[in-house]
Nanobody, 136 residues
Framework: QVQLVESGGGWVQAGGSLRLSCAAS????????VGWFRQAPGKEREGVAI??????????????KGRFVISLDEPISLDEPNVTNYLQMNNLKTEDSAMYYC????????????????????????WGQGTQVTVS
């Protein structure tokens, strides 16, 4: 079981920055993939940025590459039950406006090459409540 607690979000003008945080608590050992999905009104939920807690390889959707950075609070060992990830969002655009959800795939995480997490919605079985990001 993984508990996810999100913080951050809010309103910002186009071109500005915001940082989202997600504190993840799990109660057993092992790596997990954790990161952010977003859903705008009338659109499907999409993976934005996801990081592998063992190794730090990350996935980014094309629309945010070069603008968003996902990171972890410290080097992770398999024994570490708690990890916080940060999503630094720079040069925000109006199309970034959405509800942002922290999500985790644990205990199983599907990887692409190089340990990069896959950004498929169905892979993620733990979800936070969401935080709104509005860019205008």
């Amino acid at each position: 079981q993984v508990q996810l607690v999100e913080s951050g979000g809010g309103w910002v003008q186009a071109g500005g920055s915001l940082r989202l945080s997600c504190a993840a608590s799990k109660y057993s050992r092992g790596c997990m993939c954790v990161g952010w999905f977003r859903q705008a009104p009338g659109k499907e939920r999409e993976g934005v940025a996801i990081i592998n807690t063992c190794g730090g390889s990350a996935y980014y959707v094309d629309a945010v590459k070069g603008r968003f950075v996902i990171s972890l609070d410290e080097p992770i060992s398999l024994d570490e039950p708690n990890v916080t990830n940060y999503l630094q969002m720079n040069n925000l655009k109006t199309e970034d406006s959405a509800m942002y959800y922290c999500a985790a795939a644990y205990p199983k995480c599907t990887m692409l090459g190089g340990g990069v997490p896959r950004g498929n919605l169905d892979d993620y079985n733990h979800w936070g409540q969401g935080t709104q990001v509005t860019v205008s």
